[in-house]
């Protein structure tokens, strides 16, 4: 005599299944993207008359990444360790050297006449270099212009950046600013 199959009520099945699925959908997290912080230029105005502007040799610092992701700054061939402190010496220009970045006065609201840097430091890669190298190169930069930030602001205003209000940060950013030009990538293969 066979046995009748007992049947599984199923309705609290589906209930469980939704809670699992709302559980779920509440505490995983999704990976964001990734990327570099960059303020880019307004749109040029279509009637604007677009000048040349000459920039003095001893203002730029030419940081340089190969296919082999090898760094030169200045022609000098370096460690990425080195570029921090190379960025700095340069943008800084302690002792008014002839061969580093000119100052000149400006007129900073709130601050005053300081005499900020006409450094520039352009970064150029080839497509060959490794984004790892670029991300690391592009860090190592703007850990100079947030050390040399930093260090103007405790001398100032006696605080790190970062703890400084909106108004001070704004002066902190007009007499120490962050100009980093970044050349399209140059194709090695042709």
């Known amino acids: ?81 080195q570029l921090k402190d190379k960025a700095v010496e340069f943008l800084t220009n302690p002792a ?25 430091i352009s970064l150029q890669n080839t497509r060959g270099t490794s984004y790892k190298a670029y991300i690391a190169v592009q860090n190592e930069l703007v850990k100079a212009v947030n050390e040399i930030r930093d260090n103007f602001a405790r001398q100032n205003f006696g605080k790190a950046y970062i703890a400084l209000d909106e108004e001070k940060q704004t002066i902190v950013r007009k007499a120490i600013p962050q100009n980093i030009s970044e050349a399209e990538p140059k194709d090695t293969n042709k």
Not at 37 to 43: A, H, K, N
Not at 50 to 65: G, Y
Not at 96 to 109: G, H, Q, V
């Open 96 to 120: 008014n050297a002839e061969n580093l970045p000119e100052r000149e006065t400006k007129e900073i609201e709130g601050f005053g006449n300081f005499a900020v840097s006409k450094g520039v």
């Open 1 to 81: 005599m066979a046995r009748p199959t007992q049947e599984i009520n199923a309705g609290s099945m589906a209930d469980i299944a939704f809670l699992l699925l709302i559980f779920f959908l509440m505490v995983t997290t999704m990976d964001t993207e990734a990327g570099l912080q960059r303020r880019l230029p307004p749109m040029p105005d279509e009637n604007q008359v677009t000048e040349d502007i000459k920039i003095n040799k001893r203002n730029i610092l030419v940081v340089r990444l190969n296919d082999y992701d090898r760094l030169f700054a200045g022609g000098d061939l370096m460690d990425i360790s």
